[in-house]
T-cell receptor, first 113, second 114 residues
Framework: SQTIHQWPATLVQPVGSPLSLECTVE??????LYWYRQAAGRGLQLLFY??????ISSEVPQNLSASRPQDRQFILSSKKLLLSDSGFYLC????????????FGPGTRLTVT | GESVGLHLPTLSVQEGDNSIINCAYS??????FIWYKQESGKGPQFIID?????DKRQGQRVTVLLNKTVKHLSLQIAATQPGDSAVYFC?????????????FGTGTRLTIIP
């Protein structure tokens, strides 16, 4: 069966510090991968998605970047965090076969202080 | 741009009663819709989906209804239980053919009253 992992689960970082969040998927090949941010009490905002290794599409201009160094690894990064980067970050995957259903990881709670 | 909106941000239902969560969508090109349940501090979990060639689909205690004429989607939960308390999101595929992106609504918080 397929599983998706995210780490760390929680993170507290000062303003101006770098960020690296990691997501890995097991049990599937060539998935589409997604990074979302969720502000408290709000909906899901798509930040990045990837249809293959090295292929990243950005949905909104921001202080973050994403990379996909391996087929089932998706990384969210920042060189200098802003207070507005605080939120709940979710990674998701879909089969890449036109099925649309996305499967979410457990999320990372980021607090920028 | 496209958006998926929810009529009610919060909903309280007595345990054992049925609940209905509504969702309006704006993109007439959408042909796939999905409901997710998100418990506090966790990632969203798939509940049920429906394609535009259907008006109704049933799962275990849940039913999704799709009215394409008025661009309306609803999730019915039968005989609600305390574990149903969560935020529920609807999502649509919009015009995102080929990349499987979904557009999410803002969510409805469902509270089950014991």
């Amino acid at each position: 069966s397929q599983t998706i992992h995210q780490w760390p689960a929680t993170l507290v970082q000062p303003v101006g510090s770098p960020l690296s969040l990691e997501c890995t998927v097991e049990g599937t090949s060539n998935p589409n991968l997604y990074w979302y941010r969720q502000a408290a009490g709000r909906g899901l905002q798509l930040l990045f998605y990837s249809v293959g290794i090295g292929q990243i599409s950005s949905e909104v201009p921001q202080n973050l970047s994403a990379s996909r160094p391996q087929d089932r690894q998706f990384i969210l990064s920042s060189k200098k965090l802003l207070l507005s980067d605080s939120g709940f970050y979710l990674c998701a995957w879909s089969t890449g076969t036109g099925m649309y259903e996305q499967y979410f990881g457990p999320g990372t709670r980021l607090t920028v202080t | 741009g496209e958006s998926v909106g929810l009529h009610l941000p919060t909903l309280s239902v007595q345990e054992g009663d049925n609940s209905i969560i509504n969702c309006a969508y704006s993109n007439s090109a959408s042909d796939y819709f999905i409901w997710y349940k998100q418990e506090s501090g966790k990632g969203p979990q798939f509940i049920i989906d429906i394609r535009s060639n259907m008006d109704k689909r049933q799962g275990q205690r849940v039913t999704v209804l799709l009215n394409k004429t008025v661009k309306h989607l609803s999730l019915q939960i039968a005989a609600t239980q305390p574990g149903d308390s969560a935020v529920y999101f609807c999502a649509e595929n919009g015009s995102n053919f080929g990349n499987e992106k979904l557009t999410f609504g803002t969510g409805t918080r469902l509270t089950i009253i014991p």
